[in-house]
């Protein structure tokens, strides 16, 4: 005698799609630069509090997560997550035939 299960018989389906009808609504010009602005001053600003504060571990700490960031922005910017926007903005503006 097997403990193994049977194999399921019920249909495999695949996930519900965007229906074709759907819009997507642009976004605002101004909404990643002005993110990006805000982090930008957010951590110059904290930058600005430990440095004088004088505090050599919460300094360093804050380099570390400073240089972090700037690589999660250049690793969308540059990798695989800008190749996987670019594609999805050119799936939603193609048109079915008919």
């Known amino acids: 005698m097997s ?6 018989t019920a249909p495999v ?3 519900a799609s ?10 605002p010009f101004w909404a990643k630069p002005s993110i990006g602005i805000f982090s930008l001053v957010l951590f110059a600003r904290a930058l600005g509090v ?3 504060a004088n505090k050599e571990a ?6 570390g997560a ?3 960031n700037a690589t ?3 690793g969308y910017y540059f990798g695989s ?3 996987s926007a670019q594609k999805t903005a050119m799936i939603a503006s193609i048109r079915p035939a008919g």
Request: proline share 14%.
């Open 58 to 63: 919460a300094f360093n700490l804050l380099i």
């Open 72 to 74: 999660t922005v250049i």
């Open 18 to 27: 965007t229906p074709a009808s759907a819009t997507l609504t642009p976004e």
């Open 3 to 8: 403990d193994a299960h049977p194999p399921s």
């Open 66 to 68: 400073v240089i972090s």
């Open 13 to 15: 389906t695949a996930p």
């Open 81 to 83: 997550s800008s190749g």
């Open 50 to 52: 430990v440095w004088w």
